[in-house]
């Protein structure tokens, strides 16, 4: 079982920047693929970014290429995402995933994930 916690979640105005991290509990945190996921009022889940168990492989959303920045430190059973040019539709719940998987190839998928955090709110103001 991993347990996993979002913090860094707020209000930011537009063309701000924020810093999400996501805390582990896994014992084997490098045996899992990571992912943020958000999630606005009356939408699906879609994935923002991902990255490989050893920070090898990463994927972005398109509306966030660019603008959004995911890491990982493994001796920290850490995960970042460091969002920068805010806008008003980046608004929602985030959420940070966990796969159990040592490909680089990335799920992109919410079903793909085993474990979830239970998200962090963001929500940037114009």
């Known amino acids: 079982q991993v347990q996993l916690v979002e913090s860094g979640g707020g209000l930011v105005q537009a063309g701000g920047s924020l810093r999400l991290s996501c805390a582990a509990s896994?014992?084997?945190?490098?045996?899992?693929?990571m992912a943020w996921f958000q999630q606005a009022p009356g939408k699906e889940r879609d994935i923002v970014a991902a990255?490989?168990?050893?920070?090898?492989?990463?994927y972005y959303g398109d509306s966030v290429k660019g603008r959004f920045t995911i890491s990982r430190d493994n001796r920290k059973n850490t995960v970042y995402l460091e969002m920068n040019s805010l806008k008003p539709g980046d608004t929602a719940v985030y959420y940070c995933?966990?796969?159990?998987?040592?490909?680089?190839?990335?799920?992109?998928?919410?079903?793909?994930?085993?474990?979830w955090g239970q998200g962090t709110q963001v929500t940037v103001s114009s």
């Open positions: 995933a966990a796969d159990r998987s040592l490909s680089q190839i990335l799920t992109t998928s919410p079903g793909g994930y085993d474990y």
């Open positions: 896994a014992r084997t945190f490098s045996n899992y693929a």
């Open positions: 990255i490989s168990w050893n920070g090898g492989s990463t």
